[in-house]
């Protein structure tokens, strides 16, 4: 099994930014896939980006783009998620997942394609 611990949640301003970072542990080595997903009260869980195991290919919901970044540190098994220009409607819990291949090269980000998931982190955005 796979256990994901999600970190670097809080309240912020908007305008400002937050690094969310997910470590792994246990049986990473077929993991071919990470993603950051959120999920605000009322609302459907929603993929943010997700990244390849090896950081080649990522992939950004539309409202994330040009102001968030994802990335990998193999070395260290975390994923990070810098998040800048925040905006109040980027308020919401924040979830890693990791899966394996799926059949495709492109980075999933749809939810039910992931196997395992972290306990979750709060970001809240204040205007």
């Known amino acids: 099994a796979v256990q994901l611990v999600e970190s670097g949640g809080g309240s912020v301003q908007a305008g400002g930014s937050l690094r969310l970072s997910c470590a792994a542990f246990g049986l990473t080595d077929n993991i071919e896939f990470m993603g950051w997903f959120r999920q605000a009260p009322g609302k459907e869980r929603e993929g943010v980006a997700a990244?390849?195991?090896?950081?080649?290919?990522?992939n950004y919901v539309d409202s994330v783009k040009g102001r968030f970044t994802i990335s990998l540190d193999n070395a260290k098994n975390t994923m990070y998620l810098q998040m800048n220009s925040l905006k109040p409607e980027d308020t919401a819990t924040y979830y890693c997942a990791a899966t394996f291949w799926w059949g495709s090269e492109t980075a999933p980000t749809r939810p039910e394609i992931y196997n395992y998931w972290g306990q979750g982190t709060q970001v809240t955005v204040s205007s």
């Open positions: 990244i390849s195991s090896r950081g080649v290919n990522t």
